[in-house]
């Protein structure tokens, strides 16, 4: 998936990636979607041309250009549904800012192969240039729904990690899904548009009784930067709450209302000292629309109606602190803050019986 000025960026060394590939080529097909915002005609020229360098060396490649920006899940979902309509038995999601090593599909593959509970896999992601530097061992996922890379910024010298493992939810970066559950469960939720649509679909899996892990030997290198941005607030935010009332039933979600509270007063703080008060009441006036209840209920009544965990596991496969608070507050607020969830995470622990 390619937007705006991406191809100029980062293709190149992404094909190079894809035509290294120890899995067999006649066996794969590289789709790249194209979401354009601006200058469109110039970068898929360039696209189009840069395939030209490698055309001996890669899969057969599709380009898959869009009329209009249809967001990170809308974008992914055209090459999911390409799979599909191609009779494919994986979809291998790939980030326009990173690239593979020799070994990342063949090794994804086999751990699926070799285990049918498997629903997605992840690779391990390893930050570019700094390549001996963690981007994330596998997300995790805090039980207020924050969602955070694991080991980030972390010698990957200093992790012994087994060769399959289970973490809290898939990075969307470098991940393999199954195209059997793509069509049995559904693709990613357009209605996303961009961030935590990759949790959501961990999510939607785990409740179904299917593991989701990463593979140690399945290496991505991701040219990922954390930036504070009024324009991933709005989408973070709101999304996070999307993830809690699609999952949980009332009451766990009745009994994070006061953490809630609390943890709002220090966005308020958070969004106030960044100049983004206007994007967290967008927030606050999403949430009391009712169209947007309504958006989401049969969603929510699906889950609750096919899930196999209770709201008990969840809570056992979250964690209770955020480790990379940091890059958002001081250390000193950091540690207050995981001081408070840790504590109100044992009591949901007491209280949660459902």
């Known amino acids: 998936l390619l937007c705006n000025d991406e191809p100029e960026k980062y293709l190149e060394n992404a094909l ?6 120890t899995y067999t080529k006649e066996n794969i097909s590289l789709v790249i979607v194209y979401n354009p915002i601006e ?6 020229q360039y696209i189009h041309e840069t395939i030209g360098l490698f055309e001996t060396q890669l899969p057969k490649t599709i380009v898959l250009p869009q009329q209009t920006n249809l967001g990170f899940s809308g974008g992914n979902n055209l090459g999911m549904q390409w799979a599909v309509d191609n009779n494919f038995d994986y979809v291998f999601l790939h980030n326009a800012d990173g690239f593979t090593t020799a070994d990342t599909i063949s090794s994804l593959v086999g751990a699926m192969e070799e285990d049918k509970k498997i629903g997605q896999a992840q690779s391990l992601i390893l930050l570019y240039p700094e390549q001996n530097l963690i981007n994330t061992t596998g997300n995790k996922l805090h039980y207020l729904d924050i969602g955070y890379c694991g080991n980030f910024r972390e010698p990957i010298m200093n ?3 087994p060769a399959v493992y289970d973490i809290g939810y898939a990075s969307g970066a470098s991940t393999m899904l199954r195209v059997d559950l793509l069509k049995q469960y559904g693709f990613w939720l357009g209605e996303f548009f ?4 990759d949790t959501e679909y961990s999510l939607r899996l785990k409740i179904r009784d299917f593991r989701i892990v990463a593979v140690s030997n ?3 290198y991701h040219q990922y930067q954390f930036s504070k941005n009024v324009k991933k ?8 709450h999307v993830l809690k009332y699609l999952f949980y039933k009332w009451p766990t979600i009745i009994l994070t209302i006061p953490l809630e509270i609390l943890y709002n007063l220090g966005l308020l703080v958070i969004a106030w000292k960044n100049n983004w008060l206007k994007e967290l009441f967008k927030v606050y006036i999403y949430w009391l629309k009712p169209s ?19 709201d008990r596991d969840l809570l056992n496969q979250s964690v209770k602190t955020v480790e990379m608070a940091e890059v958002v507050v001081s250390k000193p607020i950091k540690l207050v803050m995981n001081a408070v969830f840790t504590f109100y995470y044992f009591l949901l622990k007491i209280l949660v019986r459902w």
Not at 16 to 21: E, I, L, M, P, T
Not at 194 to 197: N, P
Not at 292 to 310: A, C, F, G, P
Request: net charge positive; aromatic share 16%; hydrophobic share 40%.
């Open 16 to 21: 190079k990636g894809v035509a290294s590939q």
């Open 39 to 44: 200058n469109a005609d110039i970068h898929l």
């Open 159 to 161: 992790h012994k990690l």
């Open 194 to 197: 961009m961030y935590h649509e």
């Open 218 to 220: 399945s290496v991505f």
């Open 233 to 240: 607030f709005f989408w973070i935010e709101r999304n996070r």
């Open 292 to 310: 947007t209840w309504h958006t989401w209920y049969l969603i929510r009544l699906k889950n609750l109606k096919e899930r196999k965990i209770s």
